[in-house]
C-alpha cells in the first residue's frame, strides 16, 4: 500500500538554526500538505502546495517557513531560524486531486528545538 | 477563531460499548467532514468521511452522523474494541480546484477497556 514517508523521524536542533523536514509523498498524488501538532494539541494546517506554488498557507506559515519541491518525489518544509515554540510534530500529507478529498499523512517527524 | 469544537476531550468505554464524539463547525462553506484515527507515534489516517448531502454514513463499525441545520456531526463507533484505543480527529475542510485545507478538532482520546 502506497503511504507518504517522512524523514527524519525525530530532529532536535539548536534555537536560531535552520532546519529542512522531508517528505516523499504517494506518487501519483498532485497536492500536498503540512501541518503540525504541538504536543497534546490539535493538528494545524500550514501550507498546502499545487502545480508547484503555495495554494494556501495559514497565519503560522510565516517568513521563517518556506517549502519546496525541489525534484519529482521530494517535498521539504523549511525552518529558516528555529525558535522553541517550533516544537511541534510535523506531518507531511498528499492527496490525488482537489476531488480525491482523502489526504493521506505521513508519520510525522518529531522537532525538538533546544 | 476554532473552527471546529470536538467533544469531548477523553471518552473511557467498556469494551462492546458505544462511543461517541461530536463535533461541531462555524463555517457553513465546508462540504467535507473527514474523521481521523491516531495511535501513539503515528499520523492521523483517515477512518471515514460524509459530504453534507447525507444525513449518515455507515462504514463497519462506525457511522458519521450529520446535522446540517445544526451544523454539528459526530462518530459513533459500535461494538467498541480495545484497538479502538486511538486519538479521534475531526475535520472540515472547503474543496477548491487547488486542493483542500483541513480544520482540525483538538482531538478525543478514547480508551476502551477490556
Known amino acids: 500500500e502506497p503511504e507518504v514517508t517522512q524523514t527524519p523521524s525525530h530532529q532536535v536542533t539548536q534555537m536560531g538554526q535552520e532546519v529542512i523536514l522531508r517528505c516523499v509523498p504517494i506518487?501519483?498524488?498532485?497536492?500536498f500538505y503540512w501541518y503540525r501538532q504541538i504536543l497534546g494539541q490539535k493538528v494545524e494546517f500550514l501550507v498546502s502546495?499545487?502545480?508547484?506554488?503555495?495554494?494556501?498557507k495559514s497565519e503560522i506559515f510565516d517568513d521563517q517557513f518556506s517549502v519546496e519541491r525541489p525534484d519529482g518525489s521530494n517535498f521539504t518544509l523549511k525552518i529558516r531560524s528555529t525558535k522553541l515554540e517550533d516544537s511541534a510534530m510535523y506531518f507531511c500529507a498528499s492527496s490525488r486531486d482537489s476531488m480525491n478529498t482523502e489526504a493521506f499523512f505521513g508519520q510525522g517527524t518529531r522537532l525538538t528545538v533546544v | 477563531q476554532q473552527q471546529v469544537k470536538q467533544s469531548p476531550q477523553s471518552l473511557i468505554v467498556q469494551k462492546g460499548g458505544i462511543s461517541i464524539i461530536n463535533c461541531a463547525y462555524e463555517?457553513?462553506?465546508?462540504?467535507?467532514f473527514p474523521w481521523y484515527q491516531q495511535f501513539p507515534g503515528k499520523g492521523p489516517a483517515l477512518l471515514i468521511a460524509?459530504?453534507?448531502?447525507?444525513s449518515e454514513k455507515k462504514e463497519g463499525r462506525f457511522t458519521i452522523s450529520f446535522n446540517k441545520s445544526a451544523k454539528q456531526f459526530s462518530l459513533h463507533i459500535m461494538d467498541s474494541q480495545p484497538g479502538d484505543s486511538a486519538t479521534y480527529f475531526c475535520a472540515a475542510s472547503i474543496i477548491p480546484p487547488t486542493g483542500n485545507q483541513f480544520y482540525f478538532g483538538t482531538g478525543t482520546s478514547l480508551t476502551v477497556i477490556p
Open positions: 502546495f499545487y502545480n508547484n506554488e503555495i495554494s494556501e
Open positions: 463555517n457553513t462553506a465546508f462540504d467535507y
Open positions: 506518487s501519483n498524488h498532485l497536492y
Open positions: 460524509i459530504r453534507p448531502d447525507v
